[in-house]
């Protein structure tokens, strides 16, 4: 037996659908703050103590290098991650670009001629743009929490090292 979805079913559906896009991207943006946070504050820890203890062995800059890449490189894809998309469906009535390329006027003409047809092409490129971003921002946090655990490594053993030495004065 055949399911038949009329136009106004799709256009809840797909309403319901963009929503969860969007809350699948503002949680990556979400968890975006706390890594950026970790990787900040581990790099500030790494530079004072380095700059105020010093480094006396080949093992320690190679600890300190690793690290500070490490952060670094995880402190690019967050931001990578944070960035905004704004590339969205041309000519669209729910996009924020495409509804600001309009006049006020041009918009409401084309608001009051909407079919429930238009409206389903348009969420459904709506939801699969979303679907997009989503993809790249959660791409972009993975690698940087892999890079932070990454460089928990040799991060700790060398703050914990250069914590015991005395300051060089």
Known sequence: MEFIVTDKELVEWLEKNLSRQLQWISAADSKSASIYAFGMAMLGVLATL????????????????????????????????????????????????????????????????????????????????????????????CLSMIMLYWAILPWLPLVLVLLMRKSVS
């Open 50 to 141: 380095v700059s105020s203890r010093g480094l006396n062995s080949v093992i320690e800059w190679i600890g300190a290098i690793g690290a500070g890449m490490l952060l670094l490189l995880s402190l690019l894809f967050i931001t990578i991650a944070t960035l905004p998309r704004r590339k969205g469906p041309k000519h669209s009535l729910i996009f924020f670009r495409g509804v600001a390329e309009r006049t006020y006027d041009e918009f409401q003409s084309e608001v009051r001629k909407l079919t429930e047809a238009v409206l389903v092409e348009d969420y459904a490129k709506q939801c699969h743009r979303n679907a997009e971003i989503a993809t790249a921002k959660y791409k972009w946090v």
